[in-house]
């Protein structure tokens, strides 16, 4: 999904460029020449050699076994992830002879759904893509990737990976997996009765629509992620207890001013 | 919203009639006209005297406190709510000399919004309505709402009371409550960052949208549905620790399973 929409957003901005695919799944690879989202499938060794950039677009634990063996083929060509967790992929590769060809980085932009036919070419404009530890790539490798996200409409924002894991332990993971667990819920409790499912409309659909990703791709994260996780998760956890004691100490009085605490959200999210 | 939503899908589906509204705020009653929601404005009694069918659109707190009133004042006109809890309305009117004029019910539609700048004629269209203890109502005030409901384009189910109240629990009361402990989670830990906001992209957004709504509307829902809402929110703080020790142990076999658990909710929802 992630790099099929970097190659139709890419293409749909004339931007001048062959895109070759690889992907270890083969009903992946026709459907990605059939969407026009690579002009060509070669082996991964190949793809490299002719390449001037190389995108990984997989789940992180896959990225952290295939980069230092992309890193050990390349000659000078840019390297680049785009994976939701960016210090331990950065902790693999530090002390590889070609770690300054690779950069870091993760375009703001996901959806529920995977592979090439979930891909959209206008998925990331007016986004932020984050590039991680630049002082550790090459000046010349950056600019390719600030360069590539800036033709896709992001603007770049850089940050030390750690920072980036924090951040998106609160922006992205944790969200994740308060869908799981609302689904989760829901699917115990109402194990023989369908009603709900006729019922549930905008707001539970909004909320429960995370819940629908891809364990593939999201266990590897929150193993990566994963103190930065649990830190969020306590807290959450935590915010929820005291809306239940207030339910339970029928205070509604605190109740009014824990939503109203949260309205607060509106002044910074649109 | 929900009051000047009915109104414009009415008008929209060439319905015949003539809408008056009443409202205790002066602005709402000049927005009310200006986009078309209501005909005229009235005060409460003389609009009910020329009414056929009296819609309650207000928070249930509210409404608890209106209802009784205006079924004083009735003749013959059939009554609906439109609530997100309706076994304490249903209680309050219990004994009332009118209740049979009355229609519990519950449209399944509702935004983050509120105010009659948030009316949306397309609201309900392929949404459940639900209509609550119909035993307790004339028949003929029955179809009229009913017949409301499926010109707005609802199917409508029927159901008790407190098996509304249940299921509301499930998919909408407590992801409310999820939202709002989110937003208060991000809120709490990143005070002095604003970098969370720049990074924030589509599931942040998705799951914290519920944590805009209103206080005033849904304090009172939490209180009418208290001891299902905490039942709810006591499973899914239990889900959510599920996550958590999987995490702490981590055990990510156990952590694929409950995600791949929750994937199932796609084979229910769209």
């Known amino acids: 999904m992630i790099g099929g929409s970097i190659s139709l957003a890419l293409k749909r901005m004339g931007f001048n460029c062959k895109i070759t695919g690889v992907d270890n799944n083969p009903d992946h690879c026709i459907e990605a020449l059939r969407l026009g989202l690579a002009d060509e499938i070669l082996p991964l060794e190949p793809a ?4 001037d950039l190389v995108i990984i677009a997989i789940p992180v634990d896959a990225t952290s076994k295939l980069l230092p063996r992309v890193l050990d083929i390349i000659k000078d060509q840019a ?21 300054k060809r690779f950069v870091a980085s993760h375009p703001m932009w996901g959806t529920e759904f995977s592979g090439p036919a979930a891909a959209k070419a206008d998925a990331f404009s007016g986004k932020a893509a984050v590039i991680c530890n630049k002082e550790d790539s090459d000046m010349d490798a950056v600019h390719v990737v600030e360069n590539i996200y800036k033709v896709l409409g992001m603007h770049v924002v850089f ?17 994740h997996i308060t869908s799981f667990a609302l689904a989760n819920t829901v699917l115990e409790k109402e194990k023989e009765d369908n009603t709900i499912f006729e019922l549930a409309s905008g707001g539970f659909e909004t909320t429960v629509r995370l819940a629908k990703s891809h364990a ?19 807290e959450h956890i935590a915010q929820l ?5 207030c339910l339970e100490s029928e205070n509604y009085e605190q109740m009014n001013e824990l939503i109203r605490h949260a309205n607060t959200i509106k002044r910074i999210l649109k």
Chains 1, 2 share one sequence.
């Open 241 to 245: 207890n005291k809306f239940k004691s």
């Open 216 to 234: 593939a791709m999201w266990v590897p994260i929150f193993k990566q992620n994963k103190e930065n996780v649990l830190d969020v998760l306590n």
């Open 79 to 99: 390297v680049m992830d785009v994976g939701s967790a960016k210090a331990e992929i950065c902790k693999v590769v530090a002390g590889h002879p070609n770690r």
């Open 159 to 175: 940050m030390p990976a750690k920072e980036h894991d924090l951040h998106t332990a609160y922006i992205s993971h944790v969200s």
């Open 48 to 51: 490299i050699n002719q390449a």
